[in-house]
């Protein structure tokens, strides 16, 4: 390190040069990393059809947003959407109701198990996927044959599947947040005449606030994006955006620039809504999770 | 404010602990008995979850795992409890390494495991490494910030499909940038078969995951207090002097459970080779989750796919316990 101690107490905040260049350098170096694909996405969106099954170019040949209208009619990506949003909404909603009633036993009462509750919860985030796709496939096809209860092949088996993923980290989350909420709120909620719902719901969940918004822009994100069980578990009807999306490419042409075009639209929404609420995801994981 | 405070507490912290010593109150009878009539409350809040574990992850666990005992082809697949008992036979089958499934599955371990440690390993780096030179205000720091976390928030099929496209042969960026504008490569490579898969498939992952450890990070660093670095200033230590004494032991905690979670999610990871590659992964990049996914559907040899299932769980097992022992240890003598 070059700077001397002399200067490092002269101004301890003002960094010394040889930190500055090397940040520049490796900020440019990263933002080209993140940055390019973006841009090829965003290009190759507004691209005419010649430019994206000929060699790779920068630019457009000329700007069009043909791709954009085109498709809608190629696959049915209405549908796909609307599926998506279905289920990544419902499993956002449930997984965070049930979350958030988990985390609050947890953190405002010892109970034989709590423990074991916690690890246990925990350590599904452990397990491979592939091993119980293979069950739930089993269970949701008998339980469909012997109730009448479609879960394999609809919507509702997906939401009951995806919102048990994002469960684990939302409870591990919001156990941390909660715990940050000084018990103190809530015992006066209690001598006011609260039940130690009204507790939860008065007090506990609108000052653990920023943390309930952070865990749902995950719950809605990992469902968002499923991909394995939404490949398995679906049919024409209730296919989802994580495989509707490929069947752009699976037809004799393919159509790269609306390939692009439809992964920005699918994309827009939970990008905009996570880069809106992140600050409350740094902020929840800084009280909750990372503590 | 109610004197009982302290007792309804859990764990008590300081600040009640401190609070129930200057009010020096007793505990009523009163509030005692309605919490014990308030016993089964937590377990009720916790019932929801509970039953949702139960049926999506733990009860197909075990059906997993009595699976893998059976001899489970297309011809039980309607009726699975009627499927032969296969003993052993698809464990054996599995670890069979001088046969072709067990030789392949052996390959695709290997492949996970360097996959896992080179993507976990460049994940923390530019995460930690982002997270720490973006810690000073400056100009465009925001805009950093949140640019940064794009590929973390793209749904994944939509930005491995990018990467498909970017990864083309004839008309993708990758081979026009090194091939037709720098001229680094004699001919056009391709990418997405082959050896170079398992590249394709390591910048993908790298390029998706880092934005992780890069959030997790910057929440833990948001915990240091800010006079430590001044004080250290003060003292004489340059920047690098800072980020080893006061940053990094200071993340140990943070990384502790980041790292471990990268781990799992990456080995375990099936959305970005799946997307990437389709069905069918090349060799150079057979990740396991795809492979029994493969020996699963694509053969319908559910039974063998079970046992391969049941050996992978068993091996995070294993590496997860002897993690945890092994940092828990070092972190002991820091604390004491």
Redesign the interface.
């Known amino acids: ?1 070059p ?1 001397s ?1 002399r200067t ?2 002269a101004s ?2 003002a ?2 040069r ?2 500055l260049w090397s ?1 520049r350098i ?2 440019t170096l ?2 080209g ?6 841009y ?2 965003v290009s ?1 969106s507004l691209k005419p059809l010649p430019d ?5 170019r920068w630019l457009p040949s000329e700007v069009t947003i043909r791709p954009y209208i085109d498709i809608w009619s190629t696959v049915p990506l209405a549908r796909y959407f609307l599926n998506s949003l279905i289920v990544a909404g419902a499993a956002t909603v449930c997984s965070v109701v ?2 958030v ?2 985390a ?8 034989r198990g ?1 423990r074991v ?1 916690t690890v ?2 925990l350590s ?13 496939f ?2 949701y096809v008998n339980l469909g044959n012997a109730t009448g209860i479609a879960l394999f092949g609809s919507r509702g088996g997906l939401i ?2 995806y ?2 993923f994002s ?2 980290f939302s ?1 591990w989350m919001l156990i941390g947040y909660f715990d940050s909420v ?3 709120l809530d ?2 909620a209690m ?1 006011d005449g609260c039940g ?1 719902l009204g507790a939860l719901f008065r007090v506990v969940v609108p000052a653990a606030t920023p943390g309930i918004v952070a865990v749902a822009v995950y719950a809605f ?1 990992t469902a ?5 069980f939404a ?2 578990m679906t049919n024409d009807t209730t296919r989802t ?2 495989v509707g ?2 069947g752009y ?1 699976t037809l004799n042409d393919v159509y ?1 620039n609306q ?2 075009a439809a ?2 639209v ?2 827009v929404p ?2 905009a809504g ?2 809106l609420l ?1 600050r409350y ?2 902020a929840g ?2 009280a909750g ?3 | ?2 004197p ?2 302290a007792m ?4 008590p912290t300081a ?2 602990a401190a609070r129930k010593t200057s009010s020096g109150a007793e505990p009523g009878p009163r509030r005692r008995t309605g919490r014990i009539r ?2 089964g ?3 009720l ?2 019932l ?3 039953l ?2 139960l ?7 075990v ?2 795992i009595v ?1 893998s005992f059976k001899e489970l082809t297309q011809f039980h ?1 309607r009726d ?1 409890g009627t499927a032969p008992w296969a003993g052993l036979d698809n464990y054996k089958v599995s670890v069979d390494f001088d046969a072709p499934v067990g030789a392949a599955l052996l390959h695709s371990f290997f492949v996970t495991l360097a996959f896992t440690v080179l993507s976990v390993g460049l994940c923390w780096i ?1 995460g930690t ?2 997270a720490i ?2 810690q ?1 205000t400056f100009r465009g720091r925001g805009l ?1 910030r ?14 491995v ?6 990864f ?1 042969h ?4 990758v ?2 940038v090194l091939h ?1 504008q720098l001229g680094l490569t004699d001919k056009p490579s391709f990418w997405l078969i082959g050896d170079n898969s398992f590249v394709a498939l390591l910048t993908v992952s790298v ?1 998706k995951g880092w934005p992780f450890a890069f ?2 990070v ?3 660093l ?2 240091i207090p800010r006079e430590l670095y ?1 004080a250290a ?2 003292d ?6 800072q980020v080893r004494r006061i940053t990094l032991p200071s993340l140990r905690p ?1 990384n502790q ?1 980041l790292v471990l ?1 990268l781990f ?1 999610w990456t ?2 990871d ?2 970005t080779p ?2 990437l590659f389709g069905r069918t992964a090349p060799e150079a990049a057979d990740l ?2 795809v492979h ?2 493969q020996a ?2 694509v053969t319908w040899n ?1 039974g063998t ?2 046992a391969m ?2 050996l ?2 068993l091996f ?2 294993v590496v ?1 316990g002897v993690y945890l022992v092994l940092t828990s240890r070092r972190r002991r003598p820091s604390h004491a």
């Open positions: 390190m700077s101690p490092a107490t301890p905040m960094p010394p040889s930190f940040r490796f900020l990263l933002t990393f993140v940055t390019v694909p973006v090829v996405m190759s994206v099954t000929g060699e790779f049930i979350a009633f988990s609050y036993a947890v953190s405002r009462y010892t109970f709590r509750f246990t919860v599904t985030q452990m397990f491979p996927g592939i091993l119980f796709l293979l069950p739930l089993l269970i009951l599947t919102l048990t469960l684990p409870v000084p018990r103190d015992e006066a001598v130690p994100m968002w994006g499923e991909v394995l490949s398995v955006l994580a999306l490929q490419s790269w390939i692009m992964s920005l699918v994309s939970v990008v996570f880069l992140q995801l740094v994981l800084t999770a990372v503590k | 404010m109610s009982n405070t309804t507490a859990t764990a600040e009640t308030r016993i409350l937590p377990y809040l916790l929801p979850a509970l949702l574990e049926l999506v992850h733990l009860v197909p666990m059906i997993g699976m697949i699975w530019l490494a982002a030179y973006l000073d950093l949140a640019l940064f976390l794009v590929p973390y928030a793209l749904p994944v099929y939509a930005a499909i990018t990467w498909v496209f970017m083309q004839d008309n993708g960026l081979n026009h037709d390029w959030l997790i910057m929440a833990g948001q915990n001044e200033a003060l004489g230590a340059g920047m690098i002097q943070v459970v979670v799992l080995f375990n099936f959305n799946f997307v396991i989750s029994i996914y699963s559907f559910f796919g079970s299932s049941v992978l769980l995070l097992l997860t």
